[in-house]
DNA sequence: CAGGATCCTCTATGATACTG
DNA sequence: CAGTATCATAGAGGATCCTG
């Protein structure tokens, strides 16, 4: 989130700069599809391009295509081919993955915990002018 | 990220569904711009518009105003008016903020230390093909 | 089965100009 | 100062058809 030291007063936060981590981070797992895609594979272990289809609901094949490509580019998954008739291919989140995957889970249970908080504000938000 | 209960091998990840609190959460955060405000106002405590938008490199008034509003109505920040001339509003977290704050600060260290990793995988993968 | 290639449609976001 | 209003555009994402 920052760019030189780690919370400076005099830090900028600069959404531009492609080397702030952070950055990188927020448009992975803040992708629609991608922490589906991890989530899942986190429960189900290894799962089939299909497989994946059937249980996010929702994703056309080029989102799903295209989200376990770029995940497979990071390093959060691999992708296994069977060259059987009807080919196969598997997928399954990597360490580094799974590591995410926790991350993930926090975030989750943030959500779980204080969601209805913010519902709440949002309802009152919007009973003030309408 | 599920619908019923919390990971049963049956659970679905729709995205679609608006109830879950998972989903909302990784809109509100996975935004360009939300999470630059969160952090800039955890650093600095309580900021004016103005010194957000210098802040933040890159924000067009627009975004900002927008971003404000959002974390606003969901209880994230408060908007304070000073009713002088000229006009003076200030931002700051509220405590639901400040514990998302740290949920966000448990995304930048998992960053911080993964990212180099995913780097060198996004390498590998790009020497492939090309 | 697992995707590649296309076309097409919105939405998010930016630039600009104006105002209480 | 702190916005609001309007216009314009790139890119995300969906629908559809095709293939190894």
Same mark, same amino acid.
């Given at each position: 989130?920052?760019?030189? @030291?780690?919370?400076?007063?005099?830090?900028?936060?600069?959404?531009?700069?492609?080397?702030?981590?952070?950055?990188?981070? /927020?448009?992975?797992?803040?992708?629609?599809?991608?922490?589906?895609?991890?989530?899942?594979?986190?429960?189900?272990?290894?799962?089939?391009?299909?497989?994946?289809?059937?249980?996010?609901?929702?994703?056309?094949?080029?989102?799903? @295509?295209?989200?376990?490509?770029?995940?497979?580019?990071?390093?959060?998954?691999?992708?296994?081919?069977?060259?059987? !008739?009807? !080919?196969?291919?598997?997928?399954? /989140?990597?360490? /580094?993955? /799974?590591?995410?995957?926790?991350?993930?889970?926090?975030?989750? +249970?943030?959500?779980?915990?204080?969601?209805?908080? !913010?519902?709440?504000?949002? +309802? +009152?938000?919007?009973?003030?002018?309408?």
């Amino acid at each position: 989130m920052d760019v030189t @030291t780690d919370d400076a007063p005099t830090a900028r936060f600069d959404a531009f700069d492609a080397s702030c981590p952070s950055r990188q981070l /927020l448009d992975t797992i803040g992708n629609k599809w991608a922490s589906l895609v991890i989530v899942a594979l986190g429960v189900a272990g290894r799962m089939r391009y299909s497989e994946l289809a059937g249980r996010i609901a929702g994703v056309s094949q080029k989102m799903l @295509t295209q989200t376990v490509r770029s995940l497979e580019r990071d390093g959060l998954l691999t992708r296994t081919v069977t060259p059987s !008739v009807p !080919v196969r291919v598997d997928y399954e /989140l990597t360490p /580094l993955g /799974l590591s995410l995957l926790e991350t993930i889970r926090h975030l989750k +249970e943030w959500a779980e915990a204080h969601m209805a908080e !913010v519902d709440r504000a949002r +309802e +009152e938000y919007d009973r003030k002018d309408t």
